[in-house]
């Protein structure tokens, strides 16, 4: 790890969400290629109204990407069409062009996990298509979402 780099669990940023019946395949279970879309949502939803940043002026105007470069899923226990469940993401490590998150679905009352995934995630010009640094407005937007990360 390097000395711009820091890691430490962050607060999650949470959801609520209803598993629909286009997220499910013929055996009625969450299609798990749907969990992605979730999450992904999950992502833009932490982007504007987590972390106040307008995800879609961050994409479109001032042309900074957040591809996904690593990511592992660990699929625990099945979700139905009619389940409420919760999305929670944390950030687990923030470096200086990329950062880790913890991502997951899990039944809101019992707390069962039904899905979980570690993800990073590279900041990128979208002209060049290259890493680039955090934009300061996220990385501060980030660290005072999750404190303990700038430790």
Partial sequence: MSASETKAPGAEFRRARMIRFS???PAGIVFYPQY?????GLVEDWVSEGLGIDYHALIS???VGLPT??????FRAVSRMGDQVS???SVERLGSRSMSLVLRCFEP????VRMQVKQVLVTT???SHRAVEIPQDLRAAVLREAPSLAA
């Fill in 125 to 127: 010009s979208l002209v």
């Fill in 61 to 63: 105007e001032r042309r």
């Fill in 109 to 112: 009352v019992s707390g069962e």
């Fill in 69 to 74: 470069v690593r990511l592992e899923a660990d």
């Fill in 87 to 89: 999305l929670g993401l």
């Fill in 36 to 40: 992605f879309v979730m999450l992904n």
């Fill in 23 to 25: 997220d499910c395949d």
